[in-house]
T-cell receptor
């Protein structure tokens, strides 16, 4: 299996622009998670899905952030409009039921 | 709600020194416990896990962890560290009631050659 796939790996954008991060989970996994990692705040869970349905989005920082999972093999995290404080590494992870999560390589987002 | 505490935020060791990183969790029910490692510039990778059975768990690269239920602890150990073990280590817990993996704040380990 190729593992969790994320794209792009690096994104540099200007403040106010829309940013879309993409994730393809491991085939057969029924949970998908979006995390954000910064030096100041560490690893934060933003939202997670079970069978394509958002279960808990309490970690989403504000309305500028939205996430979708239209099918079992694809999810997006969108930031609109982006701000410099959104600069971080965004990880997607997937798991099968309650077992360990497998992380993707991350997207390093820089908002100038 | 469950929580995970890693009391050592930064650890600096010389090669060949022994390592023990503390992890304590708060949850009264059955838990599944994990240690993840994040090498510089990379994503989190599973180091080892405990679901049930022998409380002494052996993982990759010579790491092991011991689940002590009475102390709500799952400390990570390695008898002799190498420079390549320089990384950030995260303890995590999930419970059988759901799939919410709660991470500790992480411990940055630097191993000096």
């Amino acid at each position: 299996d190729a593992g969790v796939i994320q794209s792009p790996r690096h994104e540099v954008t200007e403040m106010g622009q829309e940013v879309t991060l993409r994730c393809k989970p491991i085939s057969g996994h029924d949970y998908l998670f979006w995390y954000r990692q910064t030096m100041m705040r560490g690893l934060e869970l933003l939202i997670y899905f079970n069978n394509n349905v958002p279960i808990d989005d309490s970690g989403m920082p504000e309305d500028r952030f939205s996430a979708k999972m239209p099918n079992a093999s694809f999810s997006t995290l969108k930031i609109q409009p982006s701000e410099p404080r959104d600069s971080a590494v965004y990880f997607c992870a997937s798991s099968l039921f309650q077992y360990e999560q497998y992380f993707g390589p991350g997207t390093r987002l820089t908002v100038t | 709600a469950q929580s995970v505490s890693q009391h050592n935020h930064h650890v600096i060791l010389s090669e060949a020194a022994s390592l023990e990183l503390g992890c304590n969790y708060s949850y009264g029910g059955t838990v599944n416990l994990f240690w993840y490692v994040q090498y510089p510039g990379q994503h989190l990778q599973l180091l080892l896990k405990y679901f049930s059975g022998d409380p002494l768990v052996k993982g990759i690269k010579g790491f092991e962890a011991e689940f002590i239920k009475s102390k709500f602890s799952f400390n990570l150990r390695k008898p002799s560290v190498q420079w390549s073990d320089t990384a950030e280590y995260f303890c995590a817990v999930t419970n059988n009631a759901g799939n919410m993996l709660t991470f500790g704040g992480g411990t940055r380990l630097m191993v000096k050659p």
